[in-house]
C-alpha cells in the first residue's frame, strides 16, 4: 500500500496514522483497517489515503457495493496514482460493470504503462466480454514486463483456449505451474484444456489437484461435474456441483448444470426446478432459459400455448433488447446464386447432425454457396472434415461473441441464414437476434420453433405441425416432405433374422436417452411386458453406465411387478457396435413424452419397427412422421392406452414381424434415404423466400 501526494492546502494525517493503516491492512486485519480508514476520512475528507484503504479494505472483506464510493473517492482526490485507478478497475469488475472496469485499468496504464497485475487484469476483463484476441494481446504485454507472472500464463491458457489454440493453452498453463507448482487456478485451467482435448481422466486428475490445494474452489467443483458428467458417472457430476453450491450458493452455473444431470437422470421435475433457481439468480442467464425450454418439451403436462409462452418470454429476456430495424443492402435480383450460411454447434459427429449433413454436402453448387459457422471448439473428427470438404467457406465462431459472428455473416453477405440448434446446446439464437441476414430459418436440428421475432420461417412437416397448430409457432411455419433427412457415415451391420425367430421370446427395446422416458412411458411398458408372457426389455443409453441411474430404472419395473431380470440394461458404445445391438431386438418401444429421432431411424435401418405414441407436442411427432413417410402408420398409437394395446397385438404376429424387418431398410432409403432428392426440395423453398423477398419492395423485405 503507498502513500499518495497530498492535495494542495489539505490537512494530513500524521505518517505514524499512515503506517499504522498499512500495519492493519498488511496483516489482513481488514475489519481494524476500515474503521480506522473511515476515521481518517472524516478527519481528513480531502486527503485520497483513507479514502484508498478503506475501498481496498471493503474490497478484500467482499463488500464490492461498499467499496465503490471510496474507491472513487480516492480517484477523485488522487488522480496520478495507478494503484487508485486499478483498484476501482477491481471493485467494478468485481460488480460485473466490464465496460467502466476497462476504463479504469487503462487509465492506470496511462499513468503506469509498464504495470504488470493491470495489464494482466485488462487481459481479464477482455476475456469475459468474449474480446480474446486483445485479452491475449494484453497477458502477453504483462509477461513482457513481468515474465514469471504465473498468474498472466494461466489467464493466457484459458484465453488461447476458449480460441481454440489448445496446444498453446496447454503450454502456458503447463508453464504457469512451473513457475507455481501449487497455484490452484493454473491447475483448474488446465484441465479445461484437457478436456477440451478428450482427456478426460487427466482433466479430473487436474481438478482433484486444485481442490487438493483449495478446499473452498467452487469453480473446480464446477469444472469437475462437468468432466464427470462427460463420461456420464451422473451422480459424482450431481455431487460436485451439489459441492460447488454448498461453497458459493448463488452460483448459477452450478444449478444451470446440475439441473442438466437431473435431466440425464430422468428426474425432469428437480431438473426444471434447477433451471428455475439459475434464472431467479440470474435473470439473463439466457443459456438456462434455453434448458428450460428443453426440459418443458419432455414435459408431459406442458401443452403448445404454455411452451410457445415460454419461448416468448426468452425472446423478450434475451433477444429482443438486441433487435434494430433491420436494413440488408443484398443484391435483390431473385434468380442470382444465393449465399445460404448454417449455423451450429453439432458439425460434428452428434446425433443432430444425421439429420442435416445432406444439406450441407448434396447442395446445387451451380445455385448456391454454403457458408458453415461451427460453434464447437473442441476436436474435429470425420463428420466435420465432410462438412469442411463440401461446403463453400467454413467459418469457426466457438470463441467469438455474438455481435462478432453478426458483423462477419453481414460481411459474408448471407442472404439465407439457417439455424440448425435452436434452443439445445450449442446454439447461437443471440446471433439471430441481431437479424444478420435477410431471411432467417430454423428446422432440422432441433426442429421446434423458437418464439422469436428476429428468426422468419420454421421447417417441418404436416405430421409435426398439423395445419391447425400453426397458431402457436411465432415462425411462418412452413412444410418439407419430411421432417427427417438422414445421411449416415460409416456402413451399417447386416440386417438378421427376427431374434424371436430363434429366441422363441420377443424382445422389446428402447435406445433412447433415458431423460425421454417418463413416468407415464416406464408404466405402459411395464403393462406390455406383463401382458407378453416371458418378453424382456433391452434398454440402451449412456446414463446407463452409472449405477445409480441403473438401480433407479430397475425400481421402476420392480414396482410394477416385472422382474429385474427381464430388464436388460446396456450403456454407451461406439457407434457400430450401438446399432449392432438391434439385432437382438424384435421391436422398439418409443418413449414419450418426447420420443425417438435419430434413434428411430436407426432401428428401422436396422430393421426394427418403432411402437409410438403421437404426443400433443412436437417432441413427441418425430417418430410419428418417420413413420407416416414410410407408410406404417400402423405403428402410431393416439393414447396410452391404444399405445400398450398395439405393442402386444404387434409382438404377437411374429410373422408379420420377420418379413418387415427384411423389407424395412429398402423402404427406408428409398422413402427417406434419397439426400439429393431432399435438397432439392429445400432449396426450392429457398428460392421461394429468395424471391419473396425481392419482390417485397421494401429497404429489408
Known amino acids: 500500500m503507498e502513500n499518495t501526494t497530498q492535495p494542495s492546502g489539505a490537512t494530513s494525517p500524521s505518517p505514524q496514522e499512515i503506517n499504522k493503516l498499512v500495519v492493519l491492512f498488511t496483516e489482513g486485519r481488514y475489519t481494524e483497517a476500515a474503521t480506522l480508514a473511515q476515521a481518517m476520512t472524516e478527519l481528513f475528507p480531502l486527503h485520497g489515503f483513507g479514502w484508498k484503504v478503506l475501498g481496498a479494505a471493503y474490497q478484500q472483506m467482499g463488500r464490492h457495493a461498499d467499496a465503490l464510493v471510496p474507491m472513487q473517492k480516492a480517484v477523485a482526490l488522487s488522480p496520478g496514482d495507478p494503484e487508485v485507478h486499478k483498484n476501482l478497475g477491481i471493485t467494478f469488475m468485481d460488480m460485473g460493470q466490464l465496460v467502466e472496469a476497462e476504463t479504469s485499468f487503462r487509465r492506470a496504464l496511462q499513468i503506469k504503462p509498464n504495470h504488470a497485475k493491470i495489464h494482466s487484469n485488462l487481459g481479464m ?50 508453464r504457469a505451474l512451473q513457475v507455481k507448482p501449487d497455484f490452484a487456478d493454473a491447475h483448474n485451467n488446465l484441465g479445461g484444456i484437457l478436456q477440451d482435448f478428450g482427456r478426460l481422466d487427466e482433466a479430473i486428475a487436474s481438478y482433484r489437484r486444485a481442490l487438493e490445494i483449495k478446499p473452498n474452489y467452487a469453480e473446480a467443483y464446477y469444472n469437475l461435474g462437468n468432466t464427470l458428467r462427460e463420461l456420464d458417472r451422473l451422480d459424482e457430476a450431481a455431487y460436485s456441483y451439489r459441492q460447488a453450491l454448498q461453497i458459493k450458493p448463488d452460483f448459477a452455473g452450478a444449478y444451470n448444470n446440475l439441473g442438466n444431470i437431473l435431466k440425464d437422470m430422468g428426474q425432469l421435475d428437480e ?13 439473463d442467464f439466457a443459456g438456462a432459459h434455453n434448458n428450460l425450454i428443453f426440459i418443458m418439451d419432455m414435459s408431459a403436462t406442458a401443452g403448445l400455448p404454455e411452451l410457445r409462452r415460454e419461448r416468448i418470454k426468452w425472446d423478450e429476456a434475451h433477444a429482443a433488447p438486441l433487435w434494430r430495424e433491420p436494413v440488408h443492402s443484398n443484391d435483390r435480383s431473385p434468380d442470382r446464386r444465393l449465399r445460404v450460411g448454417y449455423v451450429s454447434g453439432d458439425l460434428r459427429e452428434h446425433s443432430a447432425a444425421k439429420t442435416f449433413v445432406g444439406i450441407l454436402t448434396k447442395y446445387d453448387r451451380s445455385q448456391f454457396d454454403v457458408y458453415a459457422y461451427s460453434n464447437y471448439k473442441g476436436k474435429a473428427d470425420n463428420f466435420t472434415e465432410l462438412f469442411k470438404q463440401n461446403v463453400t467457406v467454413w467459418r469457426n465462431i466457438g470463441g467469438l461473441p455474438d455481435d462478432a459472428v453478426a458483423k462477419m455473416i453481414r460481411e459474408d453477405r448471407i442472404d439465407i441464414l439457417v439455424d440448425l440448434s435452436g434452443h439445445s446446446g450449442g446454439n447461437r439464437l443471440l446471433v439471430f437476434a441481431r437479424k444478420p441476414a435477410p431471411i432467417q430459418i430454423t428446422g432440422w436440428g432441433y426442429g421446434t420453433s423458437t418464439g ?22 411465432t415462425e411462418e411455419v412452413r412444410y418439407l416432405p419430411s421432417v427427417a433427412a438422414p445421411f449416415f457415415i460409416g456402413h451399417y451391420p447386416e440386417v438378421n433374422e427376427l431374434p424371436a425367430l430363434s429366441d422363441g421370446v420377443i424382445t422389446f427395446g428402447s435406445f433412447n436417452r ?61 457407434w457400430k457396435e450401438h446399432v449392432q445391438a438391434y439385432n437382438q431386438i424384435d421391436l422398439a418401444l418409443d418413449p414419450f413424452p418426447h420420443g425417438g429421432g435419430v434413434t428411430t431411424l436407426e432401428g428401422l435401418m436396422m430393421g426394427v419397427p418403432v411402437i409410438t405414441l403421437r404426443w400433443p407436442t412436437i417432441a413427441g411427432r418425430v417418430s410419428a412422421s418417420i413413420m407416416t413417410v414410410l407408410g406404417l402408420t400402423d ?27 427384411q423389407q424395412l431398410r429398402g423402404v427406408f432409403t428409398s422413402a427417406i434415404g434419397d439426400q439429393e432428392a431432399y435438397a432439392r426440395n429445400v432449396e426450392q423453398e429457398y428460392r421461394v423466400l429468395w424471391q419473396r423477398w425481392c419482390a417485397s419492395g421494401s429497404p429489408d423485405g
Open 635 to 661: 405403428w402410431i398409437a393416439e393414447t396410452p392406452e391404444e399405445y400398450v394395446a398395439l405393442a402386444i397385438q404387434k409382438a404377437k404376429d411374429v410373422r408379420s414381424l420377420a418379413a418387415l424387418r
Open 125 to 174: 476483463i477482455l476475456k469475459e466480454m468474449a474480446r480474446l484476441s486483445e485479452a491475449e494481446t494484453s497477458f502477453r504485454r504483462a509477461l513482457q514486463v513481468k515474465p514469471d507472472f504465473a498468474e498472466a500464463y494461466s489467464n493466457l491458457g484459458d484465453t488461447l483456449k476458449d480460441m481454440g489454440r489448445l496446444d498453446e493453452a496447454e503450454a502456458s498453463c503447463r
Open 514 to 574: 433415458l431423460a425421454k422416458v417418463s413416468d407415464k412411458a416406464y408404466r405402459a411398458w411395464a403393462e406390455v411386458l406383463l401382458a407378453v408372457p416371458h418378453s424382456r426389455l433391452v434398454m440402451k443409453a449412456a446414463e446407463l453406465d452409472d449405477a445409480a441411474s441403473r438401480e433407479r430404472v430397475a425400481g421402476y419395473f420392480i414396482k410394477a411387478g416385472v422382474a429385474a431380470d427381464r430388464i436388460i440394461m446396456r450403456g454407451g458404445a461406439p
Open 271 to 283: 431438473a426444471e426446478a434447477s433451471y428455475r433457481r439459475a434464472l431467479q439468480i440470474k435473470p
Open 452 to 473: 422469436m421475432r428476429a428468426m422468419d420461417v420454421f421447417f417441418t412437416d404436416p405430421v409435426v405441425v398439423p395445419p391447425e397448430d400453426r397458431q402457436y409457432f
